[in-house]
C-alpha cells in the first residue's frame, strides 16, 4: 500500500460535509427558529463548497477516478490557480466560512463537519500536496478503428503471415 | 427464461425481513410515544418531534446491535461451521456479510439523521418553552419544580436559555456531537476509493468505533425524557386543561420520571461477541507458528510454508497474517493453498506492495544460500476462516474461475478433491470439476502448474481424468516467434505446449456466454456452484450470467458465489 494521498479522503469528508450542512440548513429554515437566517447561509455554502469539491483531483499514483460530469468543474477549478488548487487556501476558506453556523444550534454540526475537513486540509498542504485536474482522453471522432493487435494470438501457420516452410526453418 | 430465485431471491428475503422489523420497531415506538398518556405534557412542549426522535433510538438501538456481528470473522465461521446441514441458500449468505455491514451502515445513518432533526425540534421547542411568559400550559410545565426527586419535565432551566449553549450542557447533547461526528468520519474514509486506494486510513480511522460505541451507550444516561408517573392521580383528560389549579386535591402537580438508558441492554450480546471474538484471534495469534519451508516462485510469488499446533483448514479457507516486525497492527489475508491432508500448511504471496515486499526480504526469498529456520522472521497467524469455496463438494458441478492470482482459492479445492478422489470408499456428489484460468501472462502458470500436472496425472492414473477439466486462458504474454512455435508444438505434441497439460491452452479471453451456454446443456438438471475470485468487472458478468442460463423448469441451477477479502 502506498502513501496516503490526505487531500482524496479530505474531498470526500468535504462531500459528506456539504450534504450534512444542507441538510443541517434545510431543518433551520423548516424549523423557523430563531436566527434562521444562518439556515439560508448554511445552504448556500454546501452548495458552493459542493461545487468546488465535486471534481475530484488527479491522484499522485495509480489511476484517478473523476466523478461522473465532472469536466466542466474540473475547467473551472484548474483555472482558478491558487485560489481553488491550493489546499492551504481550502483549509482557511473552509475555517473561516464555518464560522457563522457556530451560532445556530441545527447547523452546529455542519460548521464542525467542515471543521473537520479543514484540518484534513490542512494535513494535505503541510504534506505538500495540491489539486492537479484529471486529463480527460479526447474522443476521436469520426469512424473508430480497432487497432490491430500488437501480439498476435497462435494461429496455424498458414493463418499467419510468413509462409509454413519459413516457420519450419526457424525452428531447425 | 432468467431465474432470479436461486441467486438473488435469499438475500432479498433476508433483507426484506430486516427491513420489516425495523419498520415495526420503528412504528411501534412512534405509536407508542403519540398515544401514550405518560407522555401527554411532554408532547405539549415538544410537538410530534418526540416520535420521530424516539421511533428513530429504537431503531438505531437496533441495528447498532446488528452491525457489530456481521464483522466478527470468527463467529461466522463457528456458525458456517455448525450450519452444515442447514440449507445452502442460508449458508451462502454469511459471505455476504460485508454487503449487510454496509446496509446496515447506511440504515445507522439514516436514522441517525432523522433522530439528530428530531432532536433539533425537541430542543428548540423547549428553550422557546422556557421564554415564553404568557399563560401558557408550557410556560407553567417548564417551572415545575425542580428538586423533587428530579419532577421537571423540561431539562432547559435557564429562564433566556441559548439552544447552542444549552446543548454542550447536557450528556446527551455532548455525546450526540462527538458520536456524529465519528459516525461521519467512518463513512467518509470508507467510501469506495479510500478503501481501494489507500486501506489503512480507511482501516485506521474506522477504529473510531470504539468512541462511538462507548458515546452512544452513555448518550441516554443522563435520563432526559420524562415521563408522567402519577398518572393514577392525575389524570391526563380531566387535569390537562385545568392547569391553573394544579396543586390541589383534585388535580396534585404531576410528577415526572426519566426513563431508563436501554442502548446498553442491545449493545451488550454483540458487543461481548466482538471482544470474544478479537480476543480469540489475539489468543490464536500467541501461538508459535514455525517456517518450514520458503520456496520462490516464478512471476514475483513465493510460497511460505508454516507449522502450528492444532491447525486444521477446510478446502478454500484463508489465515491472517501478521508480522510483528514489519507492523504490529496489519493483518492480512492469504488464502490457504495447502490441502487439509497436507501437514503443513502454505500460502501463496505475490510480491506487490509494501508488506509483501517486506515479508519478501525478511525471509530473505531473493538470497540463495539456504538459512535456518530458526532465522526466519517470527510471525502471528489468526484462522483459518471460511469462504464461499468451502461447499464446493456440496454441488453437482464446480466451475471455478481465477484471475491471475485469483487462483489460490482452488489450488487447496482441487487438492482436497484428489486426495478424497483417491480414497475409494468416499462418495463425492461432485460429478465434475471445471477450471477456467484467465491468465495474462506465460511465467506466472509456472507456481501452479506443478499441481496441476500432479493432478492429471492422478487422475489419469484413476481412470478419472473426465471429473477435472482445466481450461486456461493465456490473454498476453507472448510475442509472434513463441506464437509460432506454440502452435507448431501444439500439432504435434499431445501435450499443451505452453504448460505441459493435456488440456490445450486458449489464446485471448473466454466468450462467457458460450461457455454457460455449453455448460447448461451438457448439465441439464443438475446444481453448478460457480466460484469466483477476480476483478468485480467479471464479477457482474459471470452473476448475470449465472441468473440468465438458471433453468427452473429444467431445474439446471447456477449457484454464484464469490470470494471477497
Redesign the interface.
Known amino acids: 500500500m502506498g502513501k496516503i494521498e490526505w487531500a482524496m479522503w479530505a474531498n470526500e469528508q468535504a462531500i459528506v460535509s456539504c450534504f450534512v450542512t444542507i441538510l443541517c440548513g434545510v431543518l433551520a429554515v423548516s424549523g423557523q427558529f430563531n436566527l434562521w437566517g444562518i439556515g439560508v447561509y448554511a445552504i448556500l455554502k454546501g452548495i458552493v463548497t459542493f461545487l468546488i469539491e465535486y471534481p475530484r483531483g488527479k491522484r499522485q499514483k495509480g489511476t484517478s477516478y473523476p466523478r461522473r460530469f465532472q469536466h466542466l468543474l474540473s475547467i473551472l477549478i484548474s483555472k482558478g490557480r491558487l485560489l481553488t488548487r491550493n489546499y492551504f487556501v481550502r483549509f482557511v476558506f473552509y475555517l473561516c466560512v464555518s464560522v457563522p453556523c457556530c451560532f445556530m444550534l441545527p447547523t452546529i454540526l455542519g460548521a464542525l463537519c467542515y471543521m473537520i475537513t479543514s484540518l484534513i486540509y490542512l494535513v494535505a498542504a503541510i504534506k505538500g500536496e495540491q489539486w492537479q485536474p484529471i486529463e480527460v482522453d479526447k474522443e476521436e471522432t469520426g469512424p473508430k478503428v480497432i487497432e490491430q493487435p500488437r501480439r498476435p494470438p497462435p494461429r496455424r501457420p498458414d493463418v499467419s503471415q510468413r509462409g509454413p516452410q519459413e516457420i519450419n526453418s526457424n525452428q531447425v | 427464461m432468467v431465474d432470479w430465485i436461486t441467486n438473488e431471491a435469499p438475500r432479498w428475503i433476508v433483507i426484506g425481513i430486516w427491513l420489516l422489523i425495523n419498520g415495526i420497531i420503528f412504528g411501534t415506538t412512534f405509536v407508542r410515544y403519540r398515544d401514550g398518556e405518560e407522555f401527554y405534557y411532554l408532547r405539549s412542549l415538544v410537538g410530534s418531534s418526540l416520535c420521530w426522535a424516539r421511533g428513530s433510538a429504537a431503531c438505531l438501538n437496533f441495528n447498532m446491535m446488528l452491525i457489530l456481528l456481521p464483522v466478527c470473522r470468527k463467529l461466522i465461521n463457528l456458525i458456517r461451521g455448525t450450519c452444515k446441514c442447514c440449507p445452502r441458500s442460508l449458508r451462502r449468505q454469511l459471505d455476504k456479510n460485508i454487503t449487510f455491514h454496509k446496509y446496515i451502515a447506511y440504515m445507522i445513518c439514516l436514522h441517525t439523521?432523522i433522530h439528530?432533526?428530531a432532536h433539533?425540534?425537541n430542543?428548540?421547542r423547549l428553550a422557546e418553552a422556557q421564554t415564553i411568559k404568557d399563560d401558557d400550559i408550557r410556560n407553567f410545565l417548564s417551572r415545575l419544580p425542580y428538586s423533587q426527586n428530579g419532577s421537571w419535565i423540561n431539562p432547559i432551566r435557564s429562564s433566556n436559555p441559548d439552544?447552542?449553549k444549552e446543548?454542550f450542557k447536557t450528556v446527551a447533547g455532548v455525546t450526540g456531537?462527538v458520536i456524529?461526528?465519528c459516525l461521519?468520519?467512518m463513512?467518509?474514509?470508507s467510501?469506495e476509493?479510500?478503501r481501494r486506494?489507500?486501506?489503512?486510513?480507511f482501516w485506521f480511522t474506522h477504529h473510531v468505533y470504539i468512541i462511538f460505541c462507548i458515546g452512544f451507550v452513555i448518550h441516554g444516561a443522563e435520563r432526559l425524557i420524562h415521563r408522567q408517573v402519577n398518572l393514577d392521580k392525575h389524570p391526563i383528560d380531566i387535569c390537562a386543561s385545568k392547569y391553573k389549579s394544579w396543586g390541589g386535591t383534585e388535580c396534585p402537580v404531576p410528577e415526572f420520571e426519566g426513563s431508563l438508558p436501554m442502548s446498553w441492554v442491545w449493545l451488550l450480546v454483540p458487543a461481548l461477541i466482538f471482544l470474544i471474538d478479537h480476543l480469540a484471534g489475539f489468543i490464536s495469534g500467541l501461538r508459535l507458528v514455525v517456517i518450514t519451508k520458503v520456496v520462490t516462485h516464478q512471476s514475483r510469488v513465493f510460497e511460505i510454508q508454516m507449522q502450528k499446533k492444532n491447525f486444521k483448514a477446510a478446502p478454500g479457507q484463508y489465515i491472517l497474517i501478521q508480522c510483528p516486525s514489519i507492523s504490529r497492527l496489519e493483518w492480512h489475508p492469504f488464502t490457504l493453498t495447502s490441502a487439509p491432508s497436507d501437514d503443513y500448511f502454505s500460502v501463496h504471496i505475490r510480491r506487490v506492495?509494501?508488506?509483501t515486499e517486506a515479508l519478501a526480504e525478511l525471509c530473505c526469498v531473493d538470497k540463495q544460500e539456504f538459512r535456518d529456520a530458526s532465522k526466519m522472521p517470527r510471525i502471528k497467524v489468526d484462522g483459518p476462516f471460511g469462504t464461499a469455496t468451502e461447499d464446493v463438494m456440496a454441488y453437482d458441478v464446480a466451475v471455478l474461475i481465477g484471475c491471475g492470482i485469483g487462483i489460490t482459492p482452488f489450488a487447496s479445492v482441487l487438492k482436497s478433491v484428489w486426495s478424497q478422489c483417491c480414497q475409494a470408499g468416499q462418495s463425492l456428489s461432485l460429478k465434475c470439476i471445471y477450471l477456467y484460468w484467465v491468465c495474462p501472462d506465460t511465467t506466472a502458470f509456472e507456481w501452479f502448474q506443478g499441481l496441476l500436472l500432479d493432478l492429471e496425472r492422478q487422475m489419469t492414473a484413476n481412470n478419472r481424468q473426465s471429473m477435472l477439466r482445466f481450461h486456461i486462458y493465456l490473454t498476453?504474454g507472448?510475442?509472434?516467434?513463441?506464437?509460432?512455435?506454440?502452435?507448431?508444438h501444439?500439432d504435434v505434441s499431445v501435450y499443451d505446449a505452453v504448460t505441459g497439460l493435456h488440456q490445450k491452452t486458449h489464446?485471448?479471453r473466454p466468450q462467457w456466454e458460450n461457455v454457460f451456454k455449453e455448460l447448461s446443456q451438457l448439465h441439464k438438471g443438475l446444481s453448478t456452484g460457480v466460484f469466483f475470485c477476480g476483478p468485480k468487472s467479471l464479477s457482474t458478468i459471470l452473476h448475470k450470467l449465472c441468473n440468465r442460463f438458471s433453468n427452473s423448469t429444467e431445474k439446471t441451477k447456477f449457484y454464484y458465489n464469490k470470494e471477497n477479502f
Do not use: C, H, K
Request: no cysteine; aromatic share 18%.
Open positions: 439523521a439528530i432533526g433539533y425540534f430542543f428548540e439552544p447552542t446543548l456531537v456524529t461526528l461521519i468520519i463513512v467518509s474514509s467510501t476509493i479510500i486506494s489507500y486501506f489503512e486510513l506492495g509494501d508488506w498476453r507472448w510475442n509472434s516467434n513463441q506464437a509460432r512455435n506454440i502452435m507448431l501444439d489464446f485471448g
